[in-house]
Each structure stands twice: as structure tokens, then as C-alpha cells.
């Protein structure tokens, strides 16, 4: 049988394959090779002639010795002999540029000091020079010549093992840049991956008809559709990780206009540490058209805040909780204390976070020792809470947890009371009582002119947090954000159950609308949050342009592949005990200012609206909750927030605002134009 032969060479496969799998020691012994030879070549270079070789050989071969010595030790010194070079890639080079300068300077000021020192030494000052540069072209060129090599073996190989070019997919990437690179670059390196990359689109004018890994950029993204149908492309593959998500959704539109396959790569937030990789390719998911610019943060002031410190977390188990860990550990805090109240989700992330630590530490990348340590607790438990920070005397504290299901806790209110608020009041107890100096509490849009048990709780541990940053003068904050993606019993989880199922998807009225933020974005700027102000203040996040939730469930329905009153209907419910159809991030009462994050706002006078009776009704409203009264516990909470609006399921006599101890203290709610006025004055939306 003829063996395959590289095209346009005609070397046999057989041996370029055996070039590849060279050794090092085999590399060494060709650089060895090299530098005996580079010298004499380098003087006769230079002197065109010879005689002169000859003539200055005892010069030449004290000097070729001394090169050769140093140059060996200079590559062995910079792992030249440690790399696999079929692979070769700029890093590689990059280290032998720096093996072969560190070699030329050393060799220049030995040859510098033959001169002076040995007499007959009179070889040309320039041959140091010369010398290197042959070295270094020679010993890079053999190295990036095997890899050109193993390109071609590959389109060899490609071309003989895998399936004809007529039945492999033809892929088209949209996104030149360093995303779009890697895995055009992937795709080409890795021989059993079955797709051809067909070219590039990107919105980038300057790169249309350039060359990127031999693969054309064909134009914009706006010529996705006419592409698919003159180049038969079978799939298209976005390489955008930084692209809002208004982006991300034309470029959907587009493919599913054209009925092409798209996958994409997951955003920034998902890419750890940047790393990009086929094997990350998924399907668009609805956080893709989500998706924000990705955010700048004052990564130093963060670390500052939490590097060396004892860091607690509540709630550590559920969506917001696990993911502050997360980022949390990466600031590597001295210990990160796990609080939560469900087993199973609280060793889940402490296997998470264990093995990352491990990682870390392994590869010895901080210099702070870090202990993690979960902890199964109830913050109902006052004595509990005061055992916790008696043994590990935390620094700063991040209070995640909550119960936030707004239908489940409107017929739960007792268990709304007793978590959300208790469980805050005793939190702040400990923390009180133990100094802790930074205290930052999860809120929530809900407990802005609640209008459910949730909502309003919430806003009564709201006042809490902001009574205790009066009382001591200490960094107590609330950071307040609406619904993330991802979270579970989110709708958007929901939604994908009754996809699942068969439809239809049950959306309660037809103009609701809600703000979304993916999780990691939410934590993150809740971290950034955290270093800003001076407590006592609630901080809101920019959470973006409203989603009707009506147009959630169609791009959810569409991603599946299926369509909306042909596949899967949506019908209407209408609204849910205690839900609002438009959702606010202010009080009425509230007045908010930019702070220097521009995602991040301000209320600095949220504090003022906290009343000298708070204490009292709170107290009065965890006897209601206590006693399973839920009739007191409804009372109690709008005669404590005049802006509470119970549903009828909830009827009770509403105290007047005129005697209400709360006179003044939250304004009542506004129209449905007025939140809106107020929404538009904020997010420009």
C-alpha cells in the first residue's frame, strides 16, 4: 500500500510522524549540533573568506566553546528542553527569544572580555552577533517548521480518516476576535472534532476580507442569512462572550430566520479565568439574550475588604449565597464561614469551594492560608447565632438568607415573620454584640411598596439593618436587586419545566414586566456595593432594561427549538396573590443619587425614615408570628409600613395613617405612571 505523502513535498507521512514525536534529548542534541556550527559560519559571514577561518581557529574555537556552554545553560535555564514542541505556540517561542537574548548578552561580554584579555583573540566584534542571530533563527526555525509539519499532516490526516469533506459540518463563526480565534484554532489543532470551520463574520469593518487562521472574515453579522445559504452552512457558532445580549439576540434571529443550528460560548461570567474551549460550546440559552456589557469593578477596594479576613455568609447554600462564596474565596479571606439552614445545599458548595481551594493552594497562587468551614444553623435560634460568633468572631458578615417566594409565603406569613425577620433581628444581634463592623443584607425590589407578605418582610428587615448602622455608627448596609437568572423556583425555571411537559407555559398577565440580572453579575456588583457609601444606606443595583414576561416565554419557547401556538401555547392566569405587575427599586420616600460605580445607586437618607417605635412592632409582630397568628401578623405589618398593600386574602382592619406610630415614615405608594416616571428617571428605560 502507498504511503500517504504530504501534498506539494512528497515526504511520506510515516516520517513527518516520527519528526513530531522527537524527544527533547534529540532537540538538545540538534541545538548542540547548532552551536558547534553557528560560530564559523558567523565569521565566515562576516569576512567573506575562508582563510580566515584558518587563521583565527584557536580565536574560534575558545569562543564557539564558551557560546556553546552558555547557550545550553541559558536554554536549559528557561525549560526549552522541557516543552512539546509539535504543539509549538507563541508562548514557546517566546521563552526561546528570551533563552536566546539572555545567551547573546552574556556571550557578548565574555567575547567583550577575550579581547581584552587573550592576545591572538582578534575574531570581528560583530561575529557575537551574527552568531546569535543564526542560533536563534536555526534552533527557532526547526521548532516552528515541525509545527507547519504537523499543520499539514493534519489536513493529510483529516483528508484520509475522517469523513469526506462533503459530510462534515460546515460551521460559521460569528466574532473575530481572541474568542473567535481559540476555537477556530481548536477546531483546526483537533483532528477528531468533525465540523470545517468555513470562515468568520464580525462587525468589526476593519477585519472584513482579512485572514485568521487561513479562514476569511466574510462581513457583519448582518449577512449571517445570505452566508448560510451561499456557503451551506450547517451551524453557526458565536464567539461573542462579551456581547450584550441585544446582540446575542439579533445574531439568534438571524440563524433561526435562515434555519441553521447556533450554539455560543458561555459569557464572561461563565469562562473561568478566560479559558476558552470547544467543550464549552452549548446551546443559547435565555441568560445569553440577557446578557449586559460586562461590568467594571474596583477589584482593589474588594480585596481590601475581604483579603486576610473572616468572612460570614448567610444563606450560603442558595443561588445569591453560594455564588457571594464564590467570589468571596477568590479574595482569599482568612476563613469563609457557611451558614445555612439546608444540609444538602450547604455541602454541596463546600465540596464546590473545598476542591477549587485545593486547586489553589496546590498551585501555590496565594500566600494566604484559607479555611472554609459550613456550619448547619437556624438564624431563628438566637443562642445559635451567638455560639457562631462567639467561636469564629467574624469581620464582616453578608446576610443572604431568606425565604423569597412570594405566592408560597403570602399563605405562609408566620414563616415570612419569623425567618425574614427574626432571623435578621437576631443576626444583627450577634453582630451587634460582637463589633462587627461591616454588615451588608440581600434585599430585595419586592419591599418597595410591598405589596405581598414577602415584600413586606423584607422591608421590615430593611429597617432593621438600617436602625442597628444608626444605633452604632457601624458600615450596615442593604443592597437591594431585583430577579436574578438561574435562581431555583425562578420563572424562568418554571417556564422550562412546562416546555418540558409539553406547554402550555401558564404566564399570569399579558404586561407584567420584571428586572433581570444574571448571578454572578448580581454578587458582583453587591461586592463592589459593599465598599461603597459609609452605612446606613440602602444601595440599589442598576438591574437594566425591563423584561415583559410574555416575551421571556416566547424566546424560551423559540431557544427550544419549537413555536408558540403551534408547538407550546402560553395562556393567561392572572395575577397571583401579592404580585405586582410593575416592579420599583425606590421608595417614595427615598432620594437616590449616582455613586461613583455606574451601576450602583444610592439612597443616603434611607435611615431617616426608620421610626423610634420600631423596636416595639417588631417585637410585637414576632409574638404574632410566633404564636402562628397570621390575622396579627398582617395587622401589625401595615400599621408598621403605611406603603403595604395586603391582597383581599388578607383583609384587615388597616390602622389610619393619621394615628399610625409610622406617620410620615413611608410615603404611600404612587400610581402605575408615577413608578413608571420613576423607573424611566433611573435606568433611562
Not at 284 to 305: F, G, H, N, S
Not at 541 to 567: F, H, K, N, Q, Y
Request: charge should be neutral; charged fraction near 20%.
Amino acid at each position: 500500500m502507498q504511503l500517504a505523502r504530504l501534498p506539494q513535498i512528497g515526504i511520506p507521512l510515516r516520517f513527518v510522524q516520527r519528526l513530531l514525536v522527537l524527544r527533547n534529548r534529540y532537540y538538545a542534541l540538534i541545538d548542540f549540533i547548532i552551536f558547534l556550527i553557528t560560530p564559523a559560519l558567523a565569521l565566515y559571514l562576516r569576512t567573506d573568506n575562508l582563510e580566515s577561518l584558518h587563521e583565527q581557529m584557536a580565536a574560534l574555537l575558545l569562543y564557539t566553546a564558551v557560546a556553546l556552554l552558555i547557550r545550553m545553560a541559558a536554554y536549559y535555564l528557561f525549560g526549552i528542553y522541557q516543552r512539546y514542541w509539535r504543539y509549538v505556540s507563541t508562548l514557546d517561542i517566546a521563552y526561546l527569544t528570551l533563552a536566546a537574548s539572555l545567551a547573546m548578552a552574556v556571550t557578548s561580554v565574555l567575547f567583550a572580555a577575550l579581547r581584552l584579555t587573550v592576545s591572538g583573540f582578534a575574531l570581528p566584534r560583530s561575529v557575537p552577533l551574527i552568531d546569535a542571530m543564526l542560533a536563534f533563527l536555526l534552533t527557532g526555525g526547526l521548532r516552528t517548521g515541525l509545527r507547519l509539519l504537523e499543520n499539514l499532516r493534519s489536513k493529510v490526516y483529516s483528508e484520509h480518516s475522517l469523513p469526506m469533506r462533503s459530510q462534515r459540518q460546515r460551521v460559521l463563526i460569528a466574532g473575530a476576535g481572541y474568542t473567535g480565534a481559540r476555537l477556530a484554532r481548536e477546531i483546526s489543532d483537533n483532528e477528531q472534532i468533525t465540523v470545517q470551520p468555513i470562515g468568520f463574520t464580525d462587525d468589526d469593518r476593519s477585519k472584513w476580507g482579512m485572514q485568521l487562521h487561513n479562514l476569511p472574515v466574510l462581513g457583519g453579522h448582518d449577512s449571517l442569512h445570505d452566508l448560510v445559504r451561499s456557503e451551506r452552512i450547517d451551524r453557526v457558532l458565536i464567539a461573542m462572550p462579551s456581547a450584550p445580549g441585544s446582540r446575542i439576540r439579533d445574531i439568534v434571529s438571524i440563524c433561526q430566520r435562515a434555519r441553521v443550528q447556533v450554539q455560543t460560548m458561555p459569557g464572561v461570567h461563565e469562562l473561568i479565568n478566560g479559558q476558552v474551549s470547544i467543550s464549552k460550546l452549548r446551546n443559547v440559552q435565555i441568560e445569553d439574550l440577557l446578557r449586559r456589557t460586562p461590568i467594571q469593578t474596583d477589584i482593589a477596594a474588594v480585596d481590601q475588604l475581604l483579603t486576610g479576613k473572616r468572612v460570614l455568609v448567610t444563606g450560603g447554600g442558595g443561588s445569591i449565597g453560594s455564588e457571594l462564596c464564590r467570589q468571596i474565596l477568590r479574595c482569599h479571606p482568612s476563613q469563609l464561614i457557611i451558614v445555612g439552614h439546608g444540609e444538602n445545599s450547604v455541602f454541596a458548595i463546600h465540596q464546590e469551594l473545598a476542591e477549587w481551594l485545593a486547586t489553589e493552594q496546590a498551585a501555590d497562587i496565594s500566600e494566604i492560608p484559607t479555611t472554609i468551614t459550613p456550619l448547619i444553623a437556624d438564624l431563628r435560634m438566637a443562642r445559635r447565632m451567638t455560639a457562631i460568633f462567639d467561636e469564629y468572631a467574624p469581620e464582616v458578615v453578608f446576610h443572604a438568607a431568606a425565604h423569597k417566594h412570594v405566592p408560597l409565603m403570602e399563605s405562609n406569613p408566620v414563616e415570612a415573620i419569623s425567618n425574614n425577620v427574626l432571623g435578621t433581628r437576631n443576626l444583627l444581634a450577634a453582630a451587634e454584640a460582637h463589633d462587627v463592623q461591616r454588615f451588608v443584607m440581600i434585599s430585595t425590589d419586592k419591599a418597595v411598596n410591598p405589596t405581598n407578605v414577602m415584600g413586606a418582610s423584607k422591608r421590615v428587615a430593611e429597617l432593621l439593618v438600617l436602625q442597628a448602622a444608626q444605633r452604632h455608627g457601624h458600615f450596615y448596609q442593604v443592597v437591594r436587586f431585583g430577579n436574578v437568572l438561574g435562581s431555583r423556583g425562578s420563572v424562568i425555571h418554571t417556564f422550562r419545566q412546562q416546555i418540558l411537559r409539553g406547554g402550555p407555559i401558564t404566564v399570569t398577565h399579558p404586561e407584567m414586566v420584571r428586572f433581570f440580572m444574571t448571578i454572578p453579575e448580581a454578587v458582583q456588583l453587591v461586592l463592589q456595593a459593599a465598599v461603597l457609601g459609609h452605612g446606613a444606606e440602602v444601595l440599589m443595583l442598576d438591574m437594566g432594561e425591563p423584561v415583559r414576561i410574555v416575551d421571556l416565554a416566547r424566546d424560551l419557547i423559540e431557544l427550544s427549538g419549537l413555536e408558540v401556538g403551534t408547538d407550546i401555547d402560553i395562556t393567561f392566569s392572572g395575577l397571583r396573590p401579592g404580585e405586582k405587575l410593575f416592579e420599583e427599586m425606590f421608595q417614595a420616600s427615598e432620594t437616590y443619587e449616582r455613586t461613583e460605580h455606574q451601576k450602583i445607586f444610592i439612597a443616603p437618607n434611607a435611615a431617616r425614615v426608620v421610626p423610634p417605635q420600631l423596636d416595639t412592632i417588631v417585637e410585637q409582630l414576632i409574638e404574632a408570628a410566633l404564636a402562628d397568628d397570621k390575622r396579627a401578623v398582617i395587622a401589625l405589618l401595615t400599621q408598621l409600613l403605611p406603603a403595604y398593600q395586603p391582597w383581599p386574602n388578607h383583609a384587615v382592619d388597616r390602622v389610619s395613617t393619621a394615628t399610625s406610630p409610622m406617620l410620615g415614615a413611608e410615603a404611600e405608594p404612587g400610581t402605575k405612571s408615577g413608578r413608571q416616571l420613576q423607573l424611566h428617571g433611573v435606568f433611562g428605560t
